[in-house]
């Protein structure tokens, strides 16, 4: 059956040649091969578009509903709202872990650490100050600060300082100093 397909097929591109030449047979391959890419390849691209706008278009529309509902609170239920998203004093020694366990994760050596409290007077945040000297790779580093920023939302990078003590050396040195910050304990 399927070399009867493929002999019948063979004798049409035959008769196709005669008709309008080598030339006019390679346009018509060409022809047929753009309309199979168009419908193999474009068509389903074309559809994922339409679906990911449809889900972009979902999504400004919940941060509009969002930016309108944090407008129409007063000021001090904005505040509010902001000291409900930074964690209690009392979780620093879990934040703590998970900042070492992410320089773990990234394959970054931490040296050693040190931590210095500044509680601002009068305010309800405390603020954690932690330098952290590291070792590892380029890519290491890079991946370790990224990870815990995005891993603990309420740390900020304050500096961070790469040297290499020999050119060719794969490894880096880096001193990293980041603030966690903190409900301040009651």
């Known amino acids: 059956m399927g070399k009867r397909i493929m002999m019948a097929a063979l004798s049409l591109l035959r008769r ?7 030339s ?25 578009i339409a679906d990911l706008r449809a889900q972009a278009d979902g999504l400004q529309a919940t941060a509009q509903q969002a ?15 902001f000291y409900g998203l930074i964690p209690a004093f009392g979780d620093a020694p879990l934040l703590l872990n998970e900042v070492f366990g992410t320089a773990a994760r990234s394959g970054v050596r931490i040296d050693a650490s040190h931590y210095r409290i500044a509680e601002d007077k009068g305010g309800r945040i405390t603020r954690y100050e932690i ?3 590291v070792t590892g790779s380029y890519v ?4 370790f600060v990224a990870f815990v920023l995005s891993y603990v939302p309420s740390l900020s990078l304050d500096a961070l300082a790469i040297r290499k003590d020999k050119i060719d050396d794969g490894e880096v040195r880096a001193d990293i100093r980041m603030t966690l910050y903190l409900e301040r304990a009651s």
């Not at 290491?140 to 991946?143: A, I, L, P, T, Y």
């Open 16 to 22: 196709a040649e005669r008709a309008i030449g080598r």
């Open 131 to 133: 330098t952290l000297p």
């Open 67 to 81: 930016r309108r509902a944090t407008a129409a609170l007063e000021g001090s239920e904005q505040l509010q709202t």
């Open 24 to 48: 006019g047979l390679g346009a018509l391959l060409v022809l047929a091969g753009a309309a199979a890419f168009h419908l193999l390849a474009v068509m389903p691209l074309e559809a994922e």
């Open 140 to 143: 290491q580093v890079r991946n």
